[in-house]
């Protein structure tokens, strides 16, 4: 879901492409550590990110800043620390 926040962040073409190529490096990387230390098989770790990027897509599609119909995001306080939900009718 980082990847997909990525591209609606306002700020230049140069920086999304920066941050959208840390994130795929720090996911390829955490998946090789798996594989590395055993604990998984490489078809574990590409399911998973086939599975991953499925869920994320769908959850994107029904969460689009765009329309804003049905929103979450993180809410802090001076007392609170949670999540914000929003829905608009």
Known sequence: MAKINIEYMPVNKTSKQALSFTVDSFAALTG??????????????????????FVSRMGQEFIDPERQQFMIRP??????????LIIKF
Do not use: N, S
């Not at 809410?75 to 914000?84: A, F, L, M, R, V």
């Open 32 to 53: 090789w550590a798996r594989i590395e230390a055993g604990e998984h098989y490489p078809t574990d770790v590409l399911a998973a990110w086939a599975f991953g990027h």
């Open 75 to 84: 809410k802090t306080g001076p007392d609170t620390t949670g999540i914000e």
